[in-house]
């Protein structure tokens, strides 16, 4: 029950924040907030990562909606319930499910934080990717923290 409550309360920060960004600034707009360091831009994202894979709607809508059905699945099994893994099966669930929602609607993802340093500029990316690259940093750390038990 954890996994789905924090799921959904990652769906609506990461909605919520996308609706503020999309709804008071114009897309390509930024706003320094660390100079040299941090800026928030509004950007369209029409694929993954990096923009690889772009215009590819439905095989992301399709893939978002296999994985988040697969890890609804999972939450019935007790190890889903177990350590790390709640928590990193409702992050992965609301980051999902917040890229799906944006692809479903306009194709495209909201991406907002841009990151850039000496020269070099990070893609831009969103709330639902934070949760996405935490819950699974927590999955591995679980896997990990798992494997020392049993070998102890």
């Not at 960004?21 to 509004?42: C, D, K």
């Not at 499910?97 to 893609?123: E, S």
């Not at 990717?129 to 999955?139: E, K, Q, R, S, T």
């Amino acid at each position: 029950m954890l996994s789905i409550i924090l799921g959904i309360l990652v769906l609506l920060l990461d909605q919520g924040t996308k609706w503020l960004v999309s709804t008071r600034m114009a897309e390509f707009q930024e706003y320094p907030v660390i100079h040299g360091l941090f800026s928030m831009q509004f950007v369209r994202n029409p694929g993954a990562a990096f923009g690889m894979l772009a215009h590819q709607r439905w095989l992301f809508v399709t893939v978002s909606l296999v994985a988040i059905g697969g890890m609804l699945w999972f939450t019935r099994h007790p190890d889903a319930r177990r350590g790390l893994v709640p928590w990193a099966l409702g992050l992965l669930m609301g980051g999902a499910a917040g890229n799906l929602v944006d692809r479903v609607l306009y194709g495209k993802v909201v991406d907002f934080f841009l990151f850039y340093w000496k020269g070099h500029v990070f893609p831009n990316f969103n709330v639902a990717d934070i949760a996405i690259n935490v819950g699974v940093g927590l999955f591995l750390l679980h896997l990990l923290l798992e494997g020392r038990e049993k070998a102890a």
